[in-house]
């Protein structure tokens, strides 16, 4: 059993390693390749390095790790360094790709907006090789999460979005280019679709449900509440075999969210009994917001119903 473990433990690190290269790589060719030699700083830290190499010269994936440096440090205060581990793995990794490619990749410089296309597309797929098995780029995302903490009322989108713009507005006036900054927003904009049709389907109102029956059900729904951001709904249940009360969590994740869950639960209960189910559409806060013309429709079909009893 105990082999079977470690074995298991080995594939997993190596599918990490694997996707986080992956993942890299792209990302690098997105930048050294596209987006840097076109005078496209697509927001975030990689971005604000991208102005840096055009003011002093620095090497961009250098000085990304640098200023990744303090949001790391900040993110293991605030969350705990076993959360933020592969991030730190996925951040040295695309630093250190990013240099090296620079180094004997061809740079881009023709069409403007194709390079735009290209660097959105490249970012994208390679962002979600690392958010499939749980890491992140640091940078905007991990900022935009911790701020979260501290101020709920805020969207993470919202929030991304602020501190790209910030970084965006600021090319605009190192390039003297408005059309620098409109290809920025064209990169992010790409890369976003691209992440979403990965991750989340065609459709990124579906994900997965997660059904948890442990002792430790009210320790689990914590961890699962501060780490993903997620709502967790505590069922009470009742073993028709061992007749014991037991606590059945019930909780809606993104698919990319499933292998972080599964790891947040196996540390707090490594005997915990896990259904992982499709969920084919999720409207609510967090997934798709329901259109006004799906509510209308909703209402109208409740109220016949109601005049029919």
């Known amino acids: 059993m105990s082999f079977l473990h470690s074995e298991k433990k080995g ?3 190596l599918t990490d390693a694997g996707c986080f290269v992956a993942g890299s790589c792209l990302y690098a060719i997105s930048i050294s390749v596209f987006a840097a030699p076109n005078q496209i700083a697509p927001g975030g830290v990689t971005g604000l390095a991208t102005i840096l190499n055009t003011l002093i010269h620095t090497p961009i994936g250098t000085v990304a790790f640098l200023l990744n440096i303090p949001i790391i440090i900040w993110a293991m205060l605030e969350i705990g360094y076993k959360v933020v581990i592969k991030t730190i793995v996925a951040i040295v990794i695309s630093s250190l790709v990013i240099d090296l490619s620079a180094l004997f990749l061809p740079a881009y410089q023709g069409d403007h907006m194709l390079a735009a296309i290209f660097a959105g597309v490249l970012e994208g797929i390679g962002l979600s090789l690392i958010f499939i098995r749980g890491g992140t780029t640091g940078g905007t995302d991990m900022t935009a999460r911790l701020l979260n903490r501290r101020f709920p009322h805020l969207s993470m989108g919202k929030l991304m979005m602020t501190v790209d713009m910030m970084v ?3 090319s605009a006036f190192v390039y003297w280019s408005i059309e620098s900054a409109l290809y920025a927003l064209i990169v992010i904009f790409v890369a976003t679709r691209v992440i979403d049709a990965i991750l989340y389907g065609l459709d990124i109102g579906t994900g997965k449900l997660l059904f948890i029956i442990s002792d ?15 709502g967790v709904t505590i069922l009470s249940g009742h073993g028709a075999y061992s007749g014991q009360e037991r606590d059945v969590l019930f909780c809606a994740v993104r698919k990319y969210e499933v292998h ?8 707090i209960d490594k005997r915990a009994f896990i259904i992982i189910g499709e969920a084919g559409q999720i409207t609510g806060e967090g997934f798709r917001e329901e259109k006004a013309q799906e509510k209308s429709v909703r209402e109208l079909l409740s109220r016949k119903k109601k005049e029919q009893s």
């Open 11 to 13: 594939v997993q690190i």
């Open 168 to 170: 965006i507005t600021l």
């Open 216 to 230: 430790q059900g009210k320790r689990i729904s914590t961890k699962i509440i501060e780490t993903l951001g997620r």
């Open 260 to 267: 972080r869950a599964l790891h947040l639960i196996r540390e």
